[in-house]
C-alpha cells in the first residue's frame, strides 16, 4: 500500500485494501480503544456526568447503559433501483449495524450532500424511502444536516446516516466470542443487492430481475438473539460474504468451513454472476446477515430465522472449526489456544465438488458505488 | 420555493431558502416532535430496554440519561486554510452542536468520501489536524466509515461528523427559555471563517491575514453554564450573526435587539468585508457562540468567557425586549405573551449613527461551500 500515494477505487471495495487504508492511515492516528476494534458499531458506556460536567467513561464510570454508535455514507449509482433506493439503503444500512452489535436502534441522523441541479422530486422521493424504511425498523430519524455543492463537484445525492442505539444489559457479541464448534448461518440468499445494481447500471434485463436486498433486519436479529445463544453477528455488505466470514475468522483467530452447497444463492442471481463473471461470495448484499451460535442452538436460530420476513431462506452454511486458533504472542496459552496452524483465520469452503479451497479476503471489489 | 424545482447553490446557504427546504421537504415527511425542533442536536431521553429489547423512549421512559445526537457534513472549498482545514472543521463543528445544547460531548463518528486521485499525504494530513482537535475538545473518535467514489464524482474529500454527549440532569436550554430583559453575548469578533476561506479560494492577500477562527467551543461553553443562568445558546456558522439571532428571535417568538457598535469585528476583517462588499453579519464562523442569559448574570458569563482563550473579545451585544413574544395561534396567552406586535421574532439593530434597522434573515448566502 506505501507504493500507492493515491485514493484508488479499490480502496473503497471493502477488502483488503480498503482495511488496510482505514488501519494505516484513518484508525491508527486516532488510536483509541472504541475505534481499534473496527467493529459496525462503537459501543460505549454512558453515565451521567460528574459535577465538572464531563462523563465518566471506562471502567471508572458509574454505567447507567451502553449506547452503540456507528455511522455509513451512501453514494450507490444509480440512486434508485429494483428493490429500493439510496434511502432505503441508507436507514436499512445503518439500522443493522446496530443490530447486529446487540443494540435496539433508537434514533437516526441524517447528513445530505446535495448537487446543484438535483430535482427536488428525486429528493422528495428519498425522503419518502427513509420515512418508510424507518417505520419499518420502528426507529426515528431526529436530526440532519444538508450540504449543497455545485454542478459537477458530487454525484446526484449522498447520504450519510449514522444512528444510536441501546444495548441490553446481558448481550455481549463479538469475536472473542466465536468458539470452536459454533455453527454459522445466513439468513438467505446473497449476492442480490450487486446484482441489482449491476444490472441497473449496466441496462441488463434478466429473464427473472433481480432486485435488491435491502432491508433493515433488527426484527430478525432480536428474533435470533431470543431464539439462542449468539455469539456473533455481522452484515454482509461490500466485499460480501466472503469479507465478513475472512474478518471473523482473522478477529476470532479461528478457521470458519463453509459447506459451499448450503449457502443460498437464488437461481436468478447465481444465473446473473455467472453471465457477469462475478463470484457471488464477494459480491455485495443489503439484507442479509450473517450469524454464529452455538452449534445446540443451531436450529432454533435458523427455526427463528425462517419464521421472519427477512429468513425464509435462511441456512446454517459452515461451522467453527477447532484448535486453530491463533497463538497470542506473549500471553499464556488458553485452553482454547491449540497453536497457530496454517488454517488459522483462514475461510476453507467444502465445494460442491468435493474439495476443499480457501475463500479469499476480496482485494478491492470492481464494483464501485455499491451502496 | 415551489416554483424551483432542481436544488440550487443557495440551497445550502443557510438562510431562508435553506430553512424552507429542510422544513418541507426533508423534516415534514420523517415528522416526529425530536426533528422538529430544527436544534442543533438532538435530545433524547435514553432508558434500558424493556424485556423485548425495545428501549423505552419518551414520557413513559425510565430515563436513565439524556443523550444529545447530531450531525454535520463538511464539504469546504478548499481543504485547507489560514487557521484550520476540513478535518479541524469537522471536529469543531460538531463538538459545538453538542455543547450548544449543554451536553458534554463524549464520542464521535467519521464519514469520509474519498475521490479517485486525493493524494492520501492529504488524507494523512487531516486525519491529524482531526486527531489534534478532538484532543483539543477532550472528545474521542470511536467509529467510522469510507466510501471512495470516481475522479469527477465528488471533489476531493468530503466528511460527516455525528456526535453523541449526555447531558447533565438540570440542563434546560431552548429557545422556549428565551425570556424578555435576557442578555445577548458573542464570544468574539465575527465573520474570521468566511473571510478567511474567501481570501483563499480568490488569492486575496491582505495586510493583516484574517485567520478562521474554527475551534472547539465546549470548554468556553462550560464555564458560561457554571457562571450564570444560560437560557439559550447557539454557535453562528453558515447564515451568519444575522441567521442565528432570527432563528433565536423566530423560535423564541420575541425580539432581539442588537447594538451594532458592540458587536466585535476584528478591523482586519471588517477592512476585507468592506473590499469583498460582504455584510459580517451574514459571514460564517465557526468558532463564535451566542450565549443568551438572565440580565442579572451578564457580566459574570462575559467574565467567563472572556478568561477563555476562545473569548477574549466576548461581548455583551444586546438583549431581548420585552412584550413582543408572538400570540400563538389557537393558544392561551401567557403571562409573557402580550400580544403579537409588527416587531415580534424579529432582530432590531440600532445603528453606529443612532438610528435602528431590521436585520433580515439571509436568504441564501453567496458563498457555497464554506463548511
Chains 1, 2 share one sequence.
Do not use: W
Amino acid at each position: 500500500m506505501d507504493r500507492l500515494d493515491r485514493i484508488i477505487l479499490a480502496h473503497g471495495g471493502g477488502g483488503v485494501l480498503m482495511r488496510d487504508l482505514i488501519r494505516d492511515v484513518i484508525a491508527a492516528p486516532l488510536a483509541n480503544d472504541a475505534l481499534a476494534q473496527l467493529g459496525d458499531s462503537a459501543i460505549l458506556p454512558v453515565a451521567q456526568p460528574n459535577s465538572a460536567g464531563r462523563p465518566a467513561t471506562g471502567e471508572g464510570a458509574r454505567a447507567t447503559g451502553r449506547i452503540a454508535f456507528t455511522t455509513d455514507t451512501y453514494v450507490v449509482q444509480p440512486v434508485f433501483f429494483r428493490g429500493g433506493d439510496i434511502g432505503r439503503l441508507a436507514v436499512a444500512g445503518t439500522v443493522n449495524d446496530l443490530a447486529v452489535v446487540g443494540a435496539a436502534p433508537l434514533a437516526l441522523s441524517l447528513g445530505f450532500i446535495l448537487e446543484e441541479g438535483l430535482p427536488i422530486a428525486d429528493l422528495r422521493r428519498i425522503v419518502a424511502s427513509i420515512r418508510d424504511t424507518a417505520d419499518e425498523a420502528g426507529v426515528r430519524v431526529v436530526t440532519g444536516d444538508t450540504k449543497v455543492v455545485g454542478a459537477g463537484a458530487a454525484d446526484g445525492i449522498f447520504i450519510n446516516t449514522s444512528g444510536i442505539g441501546v444495548v441490553p444489559d446481558g448481550i455481549d457479541l463479538g469475536p472473542s466470542r466465536i468458539t470452536p464448534g459454533d455453527a454459522v448461518l445466513v439468513n438467505g440468499g446473497i449476492a442480490q443487492h450487486g446484482v441489482a445494481i449491476l444490472s441497473e447500471r449496466e441496462g441488463l434485463a434478466f429473464e427473472t430481475p433481480v432486485a435488491s436486498d435491502a432491508a433493515p433486519l433488527n426484527g430478525l436479529i432480536a428474533a435470533c438473539l431470543a431464539a439462542g445463544e449468539v455469539h456473533f453477528m455481522r452484515d454482509a455488505t461490500r466485499g460480501g460474504l466472503a469479507a465478513v466470514l475472512n474478518e471473523m475468522a482473522q478477529d476470532g483467530g479461528l478457521t470458519v468451513e463453509i459447506d459451499e452447497r448450503a449457502v443460498p444463492v437464488d437461481p436468478a442471481v447465481a444465473g446473473a454472476c455467472d453471465l457477469l463473471g462475478l463470484d457471488p461470495f464477494t459480491v455485495a448484499n443489503e439484507g442479509k446477515v450473517v450469524v454464529v451460535c452455538a452449534a445446540s442452538d443451531a436450529d432454533s436460530v435458523l427455526a427463528a430465522m425462517r419464521a421472519h420476513e427477512q429468513g425464509r431462506a435462511a441456512a446454517v452454511i459452515g461451522r467453527v472449526t477447532e484448535g486453530h486458533r491463533l497463538q497470542t504472542t506473549g500471553g499464556t496459552p488458553t485452553e482454547r489456544t491449540a497453536g497457530g496452524t496454517p488454517e488459522s483465520g483462514r475461510v476453507v469452503l467444502r465445494t460442491v465438488f468435493g474439495g476443499a479451497r480457501t475463500l479469499e479476503m476480496p482485494y478491492g471489489e470492481d464494483l464501485p458505488r455499491i451502496c
